[in-house]
């Protein structure tokens, strides 16, 4: 009976042994697939691929539509087609502009330069003054003040009561300006301001992992 008890013992003993490490084992598996297991808090923060414009640099852009030539802060066109006065301002107001005002000597000889850049000329060309409204107070039909001219000699002269109307191009000199009769029918020029200027943000493209936890 003693033996029995001595052979069953030492069966207890050996299963003990052999079956400690396949549980040890099997306890540090499982610690290492939680440990593993991406957490909630992870796959909350990572989603599908997004755009984004949060870090994106703001840029401004402004200018002139296609077929106007800007200088300054105002657009040009230059208009071969040949129209009394009057009907130049109400073809310039049709696009959103006027007959070109001039306010300064470099303003003068851009427009000068663009007439003959584009004509191959010093065609005669209608601009924006007019003094019909009271003689000899020349205004401009933008509204802007009147704070240069570039009068040929002996110009303004008003022949014949009858010019009230602005044109450039009358002589190739740098003093070309010329009061004559509306009814004229010249080439003209048109000008308005440059559009407004618009932030425009480029937008990034980020890229981040959707977190799908495989089955362990």
Known sequence: MAALHLLMLFCLTATAVLTAPAMAESDRVSDLKLMTRPSPDKCARVQDK???IKNS???LISGCAE??????SRCFKLIKE????????????????????????EEDNFILD????????????????SDAAKEGIWLWTDGSVWDYTAWHGGEPNN????????????????????D??????????CAKNTAPSKT???????FVLHCTPRPM
Request: overall charge positive; hydrophobic content about 40%.
């Open 159 to 178: 022949v014949a009561n009858n010019e009230h109307s602005l044109m450039v191009n009358w002589h190739p000199t740098p003093k070309f300006w010329n």
């Open 82 to 105: 040949t129209k009394t006065w009057i009907d130049a301002e109400k073809s310039c107001q049709s696009l959103g502009a006027n007959l070109a005002s001039i306010h300064s000597a």
């Open 114 to 129: 663009m007439i003959q850049k584009e004509t191959g000329a010093r065609t005669r060309t209608w601009v924006g003054g």
């Open 200 to 206: 425009v943000f480029l937008e990034l493209e980020g």
């Open 180 to 189: 004559l009769p509306d009814s004229w029918a010249l080439f003209y020029m």
């Open 50 to 52: 997004t755009k984004t």
């Open 57 to 59: 640099r703001p840029r």
């Open 67 to 72: 077929g106007w030539t800007r200088f300054g």
